[in-house]
């Protein structure tokens, strides 16, 4: 047997797994970029989400609508997108988000979030054929090297915030329950470490 490492790390799955069946097109890994305006009044939002077509029939190409929105406010987006069998590809929408509740690194304000749903429309049929639905914070985190001597500095939403991390070893057997990581979060949080 290995010597090197955890052991027992090739014994199998040991999580829980899930099959799902997909329609034609399936919505994967969407991911909501977040740049604030100069006066952060407005945020740009680009939403990047992959697009999968899992239909069979040769030739063809499914064609249909991709739409999303963020809940409680007046962004939409849309955009008509064709795939091949077989074919995933990144789509970009973008949209302007006016007066954005800003996320914050905790102890330094609210972590408002936004919730984005997004789905696919088959051109055909009129049928959802896949929808997904993520939660993002508005934010702008940025660094540079302007501190004394050179070091280096980390700001979010253009205000200066001190970085405090810890070397976190997971437990060696990866058994941790939810509540039990749960609760190492909070107490993590409540020492003020904020990486």
Not at 3 to 31: C, E, H, M, Q, V
Not at 125 to 130: I, L
Not at 139 to 149: F, N, V
Request: net charge positive; glycine share 10%; proline share 3%.
């Amino acid at each position: 047997m290995f010597s090197d490492g955890i052991r027992d790390r090739y014994a199998g799955i040991w999580k829980d797994i899930t099959f799902f069946a997909t329609d034609t097109i399936r919505l994967d890994a969407p991911y909501v970029r977040t740049k604030l305006g100069a006066d952060m009044s407005e945020a740009e939002l680009t939403l990047e989400i992959d697009c999968i077509c899992a239909g069979y029939r040769w030739p063809g190409t499914w064609k249909g609508v991709l739409e999303a929105e963020v809940e409680g406010t007046d962004v939409r987006f849309a955009k008509k997108v064709g795939l091949f069998r077989g074919e995933r590809r990144t789509e970009r929408l973008t949209a302007t988000l006016k007066k954005p509740e800003l996320w914050w690194p905790r102890n330094k304000g609210a972590q408002h979030l936004y919730t984005l749903r997004v789905r696919f429309t088959d051109g055909k049929t009129g049928r959802v054929s896949d929808e997904k639905s993520i939660r993002f914070g508005v934010r702008e985190l940025t660094s540079d090297q302007s501190g004394k001597g050179g070091a280096r500095q980390f700001f979010c939403n253009r205000r200066k915030i001190f970085i405090r991390g810890t070397n976190w070893i997971p437990e060696a057997m990866l058994k941790a329950d939810d509540a039990r990581m749960e609760k190492e979060m909070r107490l993590t949080a409540e020492s003020g470490v904020n990486l």
